[in-house]
């Protein structure tokens, strides 16, 4: 049985036909058909008397088209539970992926919330100080400042101005402030 709930519902409706048909040429075969052949080995002992098997009367056609039917309800019982349990498991498997789903639209929504914090640390009146600042000594005074302010004071100057102060800083700092800003410009998830 345990081999038959294995199978797919079509291929298990073929063993039962292949059942009712071996059951019939079963019927058709005569009981003494076959005799046991038994092999002695030398300084063995003798075999008993071969009985003769007694077969119980062949099942008529009506008798297999009866047992046929009657599995026939169990089978489609059994090929709905198995259709069930698989839905089941599709249904799992569309919930782990909605909430691997939700998890990354969570993710985004933090680093877009990011994104717009550290834009906003920039206020209008402090990149306008910058902005008339001389570029020699707005390259000084950002390299004091956080990376993450001095990115988002950049961002905001006008772009001209921004990469003659670029021009005046530590090469380092410059990298440094050049890809914040750059990872910062992109709209989409920078992992």
Not at 116 to 143: N, Q, S, T
């Amino acid at each position: 049985m345990k081999m038959i709930d294995r199978l797919s519902p079509k291929h298990r409706r073929n063993a039962a036909l292949a059942a009712c048909a071996v059951a019939a040429l079963l019927a058709a075969f005569p009981a003494d058909a076959e005799e046991a052949v038994r092999q002695v080995l030398p300084g063995g002992q003798q075999p008993a008397a071969a009985q003769q098997l007694v077969r119980e009367k062949a099942p008529d056609e009506s008798e297999i088209q009866r047992f046929c039917s009657n599995i026939a309800d169990a089978a489609r019982d059994r090929r709905y539970a198995l259709q069930a349990e698989e839905l089941k498991q599709l249904q799992a498997g569309i919930d782990q992926r909605m909430k691997a789903l939700d998890d990354k639209r969570a993710e985004y929504e933090q680093w877009l919330k990011r994104r717009e914090v550290f834009l906003a640390r920039a206020e209008d009146g402090v990149v306008k100080i910058y902005a008339g600042m001389k570029p020699d000594a707005a390259a000084e005074r950002l390299a004091m400042v956080t990376p993450d302010l001095a990115a988002a004071i950049l961002m905001k100057l006008d772009s001209r101005k921004a990469g003659v102060i670029l021009n005046e800083m530590d090469q380092k700092a410059a990298a440094t402030l050049t890809g914040i800003m750059a990872s910062a410009a992109r709209r989409v998830d920078p992992s």
